[in-house]
T-cell receptor
Framework: DGGITQSPKYLFRKEGQNVTLSCEQN?????MYWYRQDPGQGLRLIYY???????QKGDIAEGYSVSREKKESFPLTVTSAQKNPTAFYLC???????????FGPGTRLTVT | DQQVKQNSPSLSVQEGRISILNCDYT??????FLWYKKYPAEGPTFLIS?????DKNEDGRFTVFLNKSAKHLSLHIVPSQPGDSAVYFC????????????FGSGTKLNVKP
């Protein structure tokens, strides 16, 4: 059945290491998104992509990078430049406008 | 610059009563609004949406009301059930960047048995 997968569910890294979070969708959606959620806060947009080989910065892009080489995949790299990388990361996609976003189950990243 | 605001971080309601969650926005170009439900450590799930050409949309126990002049929308849940206990986010999109969604900070609903 169709959906969005994020792996792994939990990820632990040492400070100073880059880490890549996976997001795959089989919904044939054009647009994909990465959000970050911190405890007690809402969703903040990191990057989004409306089409393959194109992406735009969201509100908190510093310290993150993305690629969109395939329609199904939108990986997010958390670099060592990100000051506070520990958070819950959510990937989403949407097919059309207007239309709802579908979310993956999320990846909890802990950097120590 | 938060364009979508949910000013009530939490709401407690008795089972069977109505839950009303509120959301305000500042950008008059927004023309599509959504409500999501989220449990801890899970992704949000879509509940209901409304476009700016309507002022009400209903789906079972969930109704969303839109007041464009006040830039305000609300989600009504009737009757509330303990399984509705979760964090609810409102979101908006529209204008030049119609594929970009703006989320509120969420309201944590607790439905007491």
């Amino acid at each position: 059945d169709g959906g969005i997968t994020q792996s792994p569910k939990y990820l632990f890294r040492k400070e100073g290491q880059n880490v890549t979070l996976s997001c795959e969708q089989n919904l044939n959606h054009d647009a994909m998104y990465w959000y970050r959620q911190d405890p007690g806060q809402g969703l903040r947009l990191i990057y989004y992509s409306q089409i393959v080989n194109d992406f735009q910065k969201g509100d908190i892009a510093e310290g993150y990078s993305v690629s969109r080489e395939k329609k199904e995949s939108f990986p997010l790299t958390v670099t060592s430049a990100q000051k506070n990388p520990t958070a819950f990361y959510l990937c989403a996609s949407t097919s059309r406008y207007p239309g709802e976003q579908y979310f993956g189950p999320g990846t909890r990243l802990t950097v120590t | 610059d938060q364009q979508v605001k949910q000013n009530s971080p939490s709401l407690s309601v008795q089972e069977g009563r109505i839950s009303i969650l509120n959301c305000d926005y500042t950008n008059s170009m927004f023309d599509y609004f959504l409500w999501y439900k989220k449990y801890p450590a899970e992704g949000p799930t879509f509940l209901i949406s409304i476009s700016s050409i309507k002022d009400k949309n209903e789906d079972g126990r969930f109704t969303v009301f839109l007041n464009k002049s006040a830039k305000h929308l609300s989600l009504h849940i009737v009757p509330s059930q303990p399984g509705d206990s979760a964090v609810y986010f409102c979101a908006a999109s529209g204008g030049n960047n119609f594929n970009k969604f703006y989320f509120g900070s969420g309201t944590k609903l607790n439905v007491k048995p």
